[in-house]
């Protein structure tokens, strides 16, 4: 008994889709996407008194339509400018998001309650959101400093049904991030016009390794360690090449005559050391520090 086969239907493929159209990643900017969520919440924990931890999630290429259908009726739209980067940038948050940062700036619970209707901000909420922009403008500042120094003026707030109403055929990059209040997630995102960032694609795309700040306690206490470390150094005071025969020869009392040598060179575990003069101090054999064979620092 034969069993029927589903027919095979076909898939649909979007070729203009930016994750399609689109192939070349830039690392850099994932760097800079985390640094600026870093940077955004330690800034934002010193104005508000609240502790905040920041994290860069992901940078995604999406369509226009598709970047301002995702924001919501009810999220807040900041739009900056990034000189010499041309055209503007969006900063996005919910307001129900603003309003946990408000509630846990007074001590609240510090409870996302999702808003369903686009309102009017208070003055209090108008109050912490210019400490976000200012914290936001410091943070982006910094982390773009990753990739080149930049300098980032707020222009206020769009209203999101009028970028709903603005027909554009053009790629958005998304940088998601989070900031951790306690156990609550407050998600956040800056967005920027693909077209924008294109000419300074050799700088995205290179992968820029910035030294870490140096702990000098940490350095000195390693310093210090190492300095009391004990090792074994060990140096020819003379050779005397000997036959086997002569050897098998040898009966107690015997002595093997050495040659006088001025100069011995003193290692460690076969790395060279030092060399040094060779003679007698107070009936003991000493050596004199001649020449160092460890690296020099410039």
């Known amino acids: 008994m034969s069993r029927d086969k589903a027919p095979k239907t076909a898939t649909i493929y979007d070729f203009s889709h930016p994750g399609h159209k689109l192939n070349k990643q830039w690392p850099i900017l994932d760097l800079?996407?985390?640094?600026?969520?870093?940077?955004?919440?330690?800034?934002?924990?010193?104005?508000?008194?609240?502790?905040?931890?920041?994290?860069?999630?992901?940078?995604?290429?999406?369509?226009?339509?598709?970047?301002?259908a995702n924001m919501g009726r009810t999220c807040i739209v900041y739009e900056l400018t990034m000189h010499p980067i041309q055209g503007n940038v969006w900063f996005c948050m919910d307001i129900s998001i603003l309003a946990t940062i408000v509630d846990a700036y007074f001590g609240g619970n510090a409870e996302v309650i999702p808003?369903?209707?686009?309102?009017?901000?208070?003055?209090?909420?108008?109050?912490?959101?210019?400490?976000?922009?200012?914290?936001?403008?410091?943070?982006?500042?910094?982390?773009?400093?990753?990739?080149?120094?930049?300098?980032?003026?707020?222009?206020?707030?769009?209203?999101?049904?009028?970028?709903?109403?603005?027909?554009?055929?053009?790629?958005?990059?998304?940088?998601?991030?989070?900031?951790?209040?306690?156990?609550?997630?407050?998600?956040?995102?800056?967005?920027?016009?693909?077209?924008?960032?294109?000419?300074?694609?050799?700088?995205?795309?290179?992968?820029?390794?910035?030294?870490?700040?140096?702990?000098?306690?940490?350095?000195?206490?390693?310093?210090g360690e190492l300095m009391n470390c004990e090792i074994d150094i060990r140096g020819v005071l003379s050779e005397m090449p000997i036959t086997l025969r002569n050897l098998l020869e040898l009966k107690s009392g015997d002595f093997i005559p050495l040659r006088d040598v001025q100069t011995v060179s003193f290692k460690t575990q076969s790395m060279p050391l030092f060399d040094a003069r060779v003679g007698s101090t107070n009936?003991?054999?000493?050596?004199?520090?001649?020449?160092w064979h460890l690296p020099v620092k410039n």
Request: charged letters at 25%; glycine letters at 6%.
């Open 32 to 68: 800079v996407n985390a640094r600026i969520a870093a940077d955004f919440a330690v800034a934002l924990s010193k104005q508000l008194q609240i502790t905040l931890d920041g994290k860069g999630l992901r940078t995604i290429k999406t369509k226009y339509s598709e970047c301002v």
């Open 115 to 223: 808003e369903d209707e686009p309102r009017e901000l208070s003055r209090t909420e108008l109050r912490v959101a210019g400490h976000i922009i200012k914290a936001l403008v410091a943070s982006v500042t910094s982390g773009w400093s990753m990739a080149m120094p930049v300098k980032v003026t707020s222009l206020g707030v769009i209203d999101v049904e009028r970028l709903s109403n603005t027909p554009m055929d053009q790629v958005m990059v998304n940088g998601e991030m989070t900031l951790q209040l306690g156990i609550t997630e407050l998600p956040c995102q800056i967005i920027y016009p693909f077209e924008t960032l294109k000419p300074f694609e050799s700088k995205l795309r290179q992968e820029v390794v910035s030294p870490s700040p140096q702990d000098m306690q940490f350095s000195e206490a390693m310093q």
């Open 283 to 291: 009936g003991r054999v000493s050596a004199s520090v001649s020449r």
